[in-house]
């Protein structure tokens, strides 16, 4: 079956513009979580949706919003963007939140953004 | 909180040559699971095995193997014989269940390695 799909796979942006990137979980996955990944910070957690609903959120400022649709399909947003933003957003999904943290997630292969 | 710390940044090895990767986590639950994945260059991260707290059997899949000690609050992963393409970031990660009823994640910082032909 399809895996995880993130689109585009790479973004060049300039500061303080904005940018929404796309995530496609597998069929039937409920669960869609979002990482930012940068050399400095690593792997760190942005937000998790389930059935349409932000069940969960890390520590980001509230440029970082997102949101899931009816089918499942997951949009993060980033305002007014910095410098700093520059990252690997990497998406993972999973049938549910708990399946999630029991079985593991699968990841897309991420969105390279380049904030100039 | 929970926190995962992988001490090693970057490891070098020579084709063949076994190398373990160290993983040391931190949580206060006493149902919690660990993970380990690989992420190739390619950027995706590869989901490659769980455990749970109470299973603390070392595993063995292949050239790989992972060896869980509560004790320690340690869950170490050894390549034997690495190969080129083992060379890959390699995270460990942490979840527990927090209130609300969803899992919460959180991963170590990751340690590429690089294997030299």
């Known amino acids: 079956k399809a895996g995880v799909t993130q689109t585009p796979r790479y973004l060049i942006k300039t500061r303080g513009q904005q940018v929404t990137l796309s995530c496609s979980p597998i069929?039937?996955?409920?669960?869609v979580s979002w990482y930012q990944q940068t050399p400095g910070q690593g792997l760190q957690f942005l937000f998790e949706?389930?059935?349409?609903?932000?069940?969960n959120k890390g520590n980001f400022p509230g440029r970082f919003s997102g949101r899931q649709f009816s089918n499942s399909r997951s949009e993060m947003n980033v305002s007014t963007l910095e410098l700093g933003d520059s990252a690997l957003y990497l998406c993972?999904?999973?049938?549910?939140?708990?399946?999630?943290?029991?079985?593991?997630?699968?990841f897309g292969s991420g969105t390279r953004l380049t904030v100039v | 909180a929970q926190k995962v710390t992988q001490a090693q940044t970057e490891i070098s090895v020579v084709e063949k040559e076994d190398v373990t990767l160290d993983c040391v986590y931190e949580?206060?639950?006493?149902?919690?699971?660990l993970f380990w994945y690989k992420q190739p260059p390619s950027g995706e991260l590869v989901f490659l095995i769980r455990?749970?707290?109470?299973?603390?059997q070392n595993e063995i899949s292949g050239r790989y193997s992972w060896n869980f000690q509560k004790s320690t609050s340690s869950f170490n992963f050894t390549i034997t014989a690495s190969q080129v393409v083992d060379s890959a970031v390699y995270f460990c990660?942490?979840?527990?269940?927090?209130?609300?009823?969803?899992?919460?994640?959180?991963f170590g910082t990751g340690t590429k390695l690089q294997v030299i032909p």
């Open positions: 993972a999904s999973a049938a549910t939140s708990l399946q999630g943290g029991d079985y593991g997630y699968t």
């Open positions: 069929s039937g996955h409920r669960s």
């Open positions: 949706y389930f059935s349409e609903t932000q069940r």
């Open positions: 949580t206060r639950d006493t149902t919690y699971y």
């Open positions: 455990r749970n707290s109470f299973d603390e």
């Open positions: 990660a942490l979840s527990e269940a927090s209130r609300g009823g969803y899992q919460k994640v959180t």
